[in-house]
């Protein structure tokens, strides 16, 4: 099994049970490898430090009993921030009609990232509407996005209409 498989595999249960989603795990580096744990409150209020604190002391532990990880490591943990990943399906759905960038595994029509202003029907498609028209691409073939910072999501954000959905 793959580590990264293995550590989502580990830690979403703890973390789900702590009261936070978590967002998405990377590993980096060939040396030293570092987990790096994105999660957020399940019920909707921001991160602060004690809550990456806590996951990570929780993780820590979990680690070192399971200890799926060769050799020395570092751990991180944040919170997804506003110009946040996407990486589910429901990130799509819960963020539409916000602007996102957004780059595909393999190009579609000659092009590989897009950028627009997001809908999301759950479909299994992400629609991207900007000047340049209309594209809507699977979200299995998404490699990565983001949010893309802008007044409208400051503005959401201030407001309070950026909830945990």
């Known amino acids: 099994m793959e580590l990264q498989t293995r550590l989502e595999e580990l830690i979403e249960p703890m973390v789900s049970d702590m009261g936070y989603d978590l967002v998405r795990i990377r590993l980096t580096g060939a040396q030293r490898q570092t987990v790096q744990i994105m999660a957020e409150r399940k019920d909707g209020q921001a991160m602060g430090v004690e809550d990456c604190a806590e996951i990570s002391r929780a993780t820590s532990a979990l680690l070192d009993v399971d200890d799926p990880i060769p050799g020395a490591y570092t751990l991180e943990v944040s919170s997804p921030g506003l ?3 996407l990486v589910r399906e429901t990130d799509f759905i819960r963020f539409a009609g916000f602007e996102a960038k957004v780059e595909m595994a393999q190009a579609i029509d000659g092009q590989k ?16 509407e900007s000047e340049d028209g209309v594209f809507t691409v699977p979200f299995a073939g998404i490699r990565a996005a983001k949010l893309v910072l802008t007044d409208d999501l400051l503005e959401a954000a201030k407001e309070g209409r950026l909830t945990t959905g």
């Open 83 to 85: 110009d946040r990943p």
């Open 113 to 128: 990232r897009f950028r627009g202003r997001m809908k999301a029907d759950g479909d299994g498609t992400v629609t991207l």
